[in-house]
């Protein structure tokens, strides 16, 4: 029998995605994309079957809006899993979500340097 | 008396008389030799009686001599199988973890926003986890260890765990009423001994039937109790198991059958080394087996663990996504720097509701006053708040 200095260290994650899912269907992105921010609805009482991830989401929701995707990556989880325990705090209606904010719109150049151009000059 | 001495009948009587007398002795005499014999004979007998049991005793100290020959041939064979074993479910044991990371590492950084292509990540991780499951079982009759965490975990997350290296993990409910965490290097061998319950549960109860994992505080430290709604075991079953579970030795690998069973000896094997208790002689309320494990207080540590922000960690993952999970827009944070490798690790408070003072300080412009570079930070950030505020669709924000 090998010594317990020996024992080599598990490094894997504990808690496998699937499990945390239940085995579920995965929701697709159109309801609430990598950059849709998501806040607590106010005065919403925590589930009583709420998991340790379920509880992570309601800590980090409850201070303001945040992006699905800063939401999965403070929760270590793949976007995905993190997105469909969302979508369920959000079918609950636990969770307010809104869209990004739209993308500038591309402007000509020559505006642009303009710009540019008169706040080098302000400087 | 002439006439008796001629009477003839005296003589034939004399004649008769001395053969008589004559017959007598050559009886005796026979009869003298016959003992002589037999009591030779039985002389002879002894001796051979004597031989006998001296051959015998022989033959049985050469047997018993044979067998304790054999048991050491065999127990040298099964101890040198077994280190082989031991030695090949190592590498097979850090290959299963190491594909388990590279398996989490790819859902979480690199294609995680895919449901469909996340879902087959989630299958490959589920064989995988079965597949460590079978080396560490194998590992742990061998004699050989399963690995240690690094923290301890909760028993709830340990219990997750094991739901999650079986093949119907679906169909496991688990209820805990407690809030304590089990000890790093009991993590593992808890996790598999559930699992390997969880399997006989789940393979002898009707598909679709739920089985479930209540976990309650006892007074000498924390049950996990699993119950599951099959036919139960019989007698004969729960004879083998209690002996399987309550062995304190080493157990033969040989002697489980082919295909091997191994559930109850693995369990037996790591609650003897660690100390803790498996028993499955009670009927669960469904009518199937329920199987306690109790974990003493020495395996359970009250520092339930935190549940970490995950480390973000660079990877070589450059794939033209991973750009995708750069900031999703322009953020205080990214202005002023704070990126670290490929996600943004930015706090709470800065992200949603920006404070432009922290942010000054933290900034470093040497070229600028910090006043400037205040009012600029500021308004930045005020702007993309603002900016996020003007498309609320829910409920309103007083700035």
């Known amino acids: 029998m090998s010594g317990p200095g020996e024992d080599a260290l598990v490094s894997s994650e504990l808690v496998r995605s699937y499990v945390i899912t239940g085995g579920r269907q995965l929701p697709d992105d159109d309801e609430l994309s990598l950059h849709t921010l998501v806040t607590l609805a106010p005065d919403r009482q925590m589930p009583l079957s709420a998991g340790p991830e379920v509880r992570a989401i309601w800590e980090l929701c409850s201070g303001g809006y945040l992006a699905v995707v800063e939401v999965a990556a403070h929760l270590g989880l793949p976007v995905g899993v993190a997105r469909l325990l969302l979508t369920d705090l959000a079918e609950q209606g636990h969770l307010l979500r809104r869209a990004a904010p739209p993308r500038a719109k591309p402007q000509e150049r020559a505006v642009i340097e303009k710009v540019l151009h008169g706040l080098l000059k302000a400087l | ?399």
């Open chain 2, 1 to 399: 008396m002439t006439s008796l001495i001629e009477d003839p009948l005296l003589w034939i009587l004399l004649g008769v008389l001395v053969t008589a007398i004559l017959a007598v002795l050559r009886a005796r005499r026979t009869n003298m030799a016959l003992r002589r014999q037999s009591a030779e004979l039985r002389a002879n007998r002894d001796g051979l009686d004597a031989e006998r049991l001296r051959l015998h005793a022989q033959y049985e100290s050469l047997r018993a001599e044979h067998e304790r020959a054999l048991a050491e041939v065999r127990a040298a064979a099964e101890s040198e199988t077994k280190d082989v074993l031991r030695a090949w479910m190592r590498t097979l044991q850090v290959l299963a973890d190491e594909q388990q990371r590279s398996i989490s590492d790819l859902a979480r950084l690199k294609y995680g926003n895919d449901p469909k292509i996340l879902a087959d990540f989630m299958t490959i991780d589920h064989t995988n986890s079965q597949f460590g499951r079978r080396a560490q079982g194998i590992a742990a009759l061998c004699g050989g260890w399963l690995g240690r965490r690094e923290s301890a975990a909760s028993v709830y997350d340990v219990a997750r765990s094991a739901q999650g290296r079986i093949r119907h993990f679906d169909r496991v409910r688990i209820h805990s009423q407690v809030n304590v965490a089990v000890t790093s290097t009991a993590v593992e061998p808890v996790a598999v001994v559930l699992a390997e319950l969880l399997d006989n549960a789940t393979n002898y109860s009707a598909p679709g039937t739920p089985v479930e994992i209540n976990i309650q505080s006892v007074p000498t430290g924390v049950c996990l109790i699993i119950d599951d709604a099959g036919l139960g075991i019989s007698q004969e079953e729960k004879d083998r198991a209690a002996a399987l579970l309550n062995t304190q030795g080493p157990v033969s690998i040989t002697s489980l059958g082919s295909p091997p069973r191994v559930g109850f000896a693995v369990a037996g094997v790591l609650a003897a080394r660690y100390g803790f208790k498996v028993s499955v002689d009670s009927v669960s309320p469904y009518g199937g087996v329920r199987a306690v494990i109790l974990l003493p207080e020495s395996l359970l540590t009250h520092e339930v663990p935190q549940p970490q922000p995950a480390e973000i960690t660079t990877h070589d993952f450059d794939g033209p996504e991973s750009a995708s999970y750069a900031a999703p827009g322009p953020s205080p944070v990214t202005i002023v720097g704070k990126t670290a490798g490929g996600l943004p690790k930015r706090r709470r408070a800065v992200a949603v509701v920006p404070q432009p003072e922290p942010s000054v300080s933290d900034a470093p412009e040497p070229e600028q006053s910090s006043e400037v570079t205040a009012s600029r930070l500021g308004a930045f950030a005020r702007g993309t708040f603002l900016g996020r505020d003007t498309s609320i669709t829910e409920g309103s924000q007083e700035q």
